[in-house]
């Protein structure tokens, strides 16, 4: 394969909720042209736990910094999931929100502002509430303004 010929790798994040959906995931990934690396394809389902799951959670990460996008499935967001979606925007990756099926033609993209979350994610957010975390998700601040217009953000020329 020639250099002009490259695919993007992207890291598909989703929750264990969902890890019968993780063919599905690799496969919509593919026929969109990009090659996926799925962590319940990398590690399995935490590796059957014969190592700490903070092992796998840290392999997760560097797999994130050497991926070029972050995409995002299910439409509700486990605490997992949204270290990898913090981590991502830290970094300055690209993220993208998509719904979840065992089918891969039944995979779309969603609208990240309409994400919810499991419990544990409140637990773990010391009682943020939804509109909070959505906020952390698309990467701003409570309380700052939604981009509203195509160019809102962007940089004047």
């Given at each position: 394969?020639?250099e002009?010929?490259?695919?993007?790798?992207?890291?598909t994040?989703?929750?264990?909720?969902?890890?019968?959906?993780?063919?599905?995931?690799c496969?919509?990934?593919?026929?969109q042209?990009?090659?996926?690396?799925?962590?319940?394809?990398?590690?399995?389902?935490?590796?059957?736990?014969?190592?700490?799951?903070?092992?796998?959670?840290?392999?997760?990460?560097?797999?994130?910094?050497?991926?070029?996008?972050?995409?995002?499935?299910?439409?509700?967001?486990?605490?997992?999931?949204?270290?990898?979606?913090?981590?991502?925007?830290?970094?300055?990756?690209?993220?993208?929100?998509?719904?979840?099926?065992?089918?891969?033609?039944?995979?779309?993209?969603?609208?990240?502002?309409t994400?919810?979350?499991?419990?544990?994610?409140?637990?773990?957010?010391?009682?943020?509430?939804?509109r909070?975390?959505?906020?952390?998700?698309?990467?701003?601040m409570?309380?700052?303004?939604?981009?509203?217009?195509?160019?809102?953000?962007?940089?004047?020329?």
């Open positions: 394969m020639t002009s010929n490259s695919r993007l790798v992207v890291f994040a989703q929750s264990k909720q969902y890890f019968y959906c993780r063919d599905a995931v496969e919509y990934v593919l026929k042209g990009m090659v996926p690396l799925n962590p319940f394809r990398v590690f399995e389902y935490f590796l059957g736990d014969r190592v700490q799951r903070d092992s796998v959670r840290s392999g997760n990460n560097e797999l994130i910094k050497v991926s070029a996008e972050l995409w995002v499935f299910g439409q509700t967001i486990a605490d997992g999931v949204l270290a990898e979606i913090l981590l991502a925007r830290a970094i300055q990756k690209p993220v993208r929100f998509f719904n979840i099926d065992a089918s891969a033609e039944k995979i779309h993209p969603i609208d990240p502002a994400v919810e979350f499991e419990r544990p994610v409140y637990a773990r957010n010391r009682g943020k509430k939804v909070e975390l959505r906020a952390m998700v698309l990467g701003r409570p309380g700052e303004p939604e981009q509203t217009g195509l160019f809102d953000g962007a940089d004047d020329e």
